[in-house]
């Protein structure tokens, strides 16, 4: 599946159209927890509104396998494409 992840990765870099921000979240929190697992350290500060929303998109996927998050990630990818 690691193929098929980092293929859909480079395929979500050349969508058709731009998706929403609630869209590219969740592609950001689920390729980051297919490829890294559970968010760690100190969420950013105040005025730092996008780490701070990509973190805790990330950090709602906590105890997700990784696994599972790349198959979610692949599946999301494939229907932004179309496919």
């Not at 689920?30 to 490829?35: A, H, R, S, V």
């Amino acid at each position: 599946m690691a193929t098929t992840f980092e293929q859909a990765r480079a395929e979500s870099m050349d969508l058709p159209k731009k998706p929403d921000n609630m869209t590219l979240l969740k592609l950001y929190s689920l390729y980051k927890q297919g490829q890294e697992g559970d968010v760690s350290g100190d969420a950013p500060g105040g005025f730092d509104m996008v780490g701070k929303a990509k973190y805790n998109a990330w950090e709602a996927l906590r105890g997700t396998p990784k696994e599972e998050a790349q198959r979610q990630y692949i599946e999301l990818v494939n229907t932004l494409r179309g496919k």
